[in-house]
């Protein structure tokens, strides 16, 4: 499939409609749809919110009439399954439009192709792949989870240059700048779960929410579309006090436990704590696995150098961020991982730098663990 200049220009914008959604769309995929007749824009939109209308059914709203004979460009392909909301596919069908290019297929089993086939038996022109790769960075943990029943998880790390967490007290506050810690609550704010170890929370006790307001995230209309992610806490004989800021504060919390106390699992509840207990031990990827059955897309982890570890040996990242500040705090503060049975130069962790950006005073690198 050949696809024009005006083709790439136009999904180009539906992607950038989509992105709109970064913060509010969980569980449902970013999607952005462009509708264009006669080289002219007729309608434009972006799912905001699940259970409230499809990328492609605003875009058809707000073309009215001129959406007959139109091109619809969306960045997934149309849905063809009754859900909180009617199909797609009869929307565009419905509104005349002649043409439909979809910049990726839908990875959701009820649909996977049978949107746009569903299309050009109604006598649809479709057409898909244009842009995919872009497309596909809107939704990594949606992408994943339909695919393998995981969900995508990012590792977030602060460190100084001599690659330092903590000093050998314990003291951590503050490694990096305000603009790195900005940066992190936008990436809590677009995760559907943040998790940490108990550890982090005996020593710290944080409240791991989102702490920057509706108005400060971009795309987010207003407080009715925006979400506190679920946090998550692994705890496996349920050591957290009652009174932990977990519990304090607005947006859910799971404690996931192992061998805990039954009466103390009752206690938590009553402080409005979802507790979920694993019978034979909290492994990693059965945990990301109860996750992504929640419909849990994208994960955040915010712990210290053990379930770091834990989580990069148990292969369970996909992505790494470390922000790293401008400072040396000396080879008797703590390391960024801890990873025993590391003796060889072959025994290498491999990482792919995707991304490397200055965030204030700090720098953010992104990267993949080779072969991932």
């Not at 952005?32 to 409230?52: N, Q, S, T």
């Not at 994960?299 to 790494?320: F, N, R, S, W, Y």
């Amino acid at each position: 499939m050949t696809f024009t200049k005006e083709d790439y220009e136009h999904m180009a914008r539906a992607i950038q409609l989509a992105w709109r959604g970064l913060y509010t769309t969980d569980p449902n995929p970013r999607v952005g749809c462009v509708l264009v007749r006669d080289g002219e824009i007729v309608g434009e939109g972006w799912h905001r919110k699940a259970g409230e209308p499809h990328a492609e059914r605003i875009a058809i709203a707000e073309a009215g009439e001129n959406a007959h004979g139109a091109t619809a460009y969306v960045t997934l392909e149309p849905c063809c399954h009754h859900g909180k909301t009617p199909p797609c596919t009869e929307g565009l069908v419905e509104a005349g439009v002649t043409r439909v290019v979809a910049a990726m297929e839908d990875p959701n089993p009820l649909v996977a192709g049978k949107g746009m086939a569903l299309l050009r038996k109604q006598g649809v022109s479709v057409a898909s792949g244009l842009l995919q790769a872009e497309a596909e960075k809107l939704n990594p943990g949606f992408i994943k989870r339909m695919k393998t029943g995981m969900p995508w998880v990012r590792c977030k790390l602060a460190m100084s240059l001599d690659g330092r967490t903590a000093m050998a007290s314990g003291e951590s506050v503050w490694i990096t700048g305000e603009d790195a810690r900005r940066d992190v609550q936008r990436l809590r704010a677009r995760s559907s779960a943040v998790v940490t170890g108990i550890g982090t929370v005996l020593a710290d006790d944080p409240s791991m929410n989102v702490r920057l307001t509706p108005e400060e995230l971009p795309g987010v209309e207003s407080s009715a579309y925006f979400r506190q992610p679920l946090r998550v806490l692994l705890d496996s004989s349920l050591r957290v006090p009652e009174n932990a800021r977990l519990f304090s504060v607005e947006g859910l919390v799971q404690v996931i436990h192992s061998r805990g106390d039954d009466a103390k699992a009752r206690r938590l509840r009553q402080a409005g704590a979802d507790v979920l207990k694993l019978e034979g031990g909290l492994d990693l990827p059965r945990v990301m696995g109860e996750l992504a059955e929640q419909e849990i897309n994208e994960v955040l982890i915010e712990a210290g150098p053990t379930l770091a570890g834990a989580a990069l040996k148990a292969g369970v990242i996909d992505e790494l961020i470390i922000y790293m500040a401008p400072h040396l705090m000396g080879h008797q503060a703590r390391g960024l991982f801890h990873l025993p049975g590391l003796e060889k130069m072959a025994d290498r962790i491999d990482l792919r730098i995707q991304d490397i950006r200055p965030v204030g005073r700090d720098f953010r690198i992104s990267a993949t663990v080779a072969g991932e």
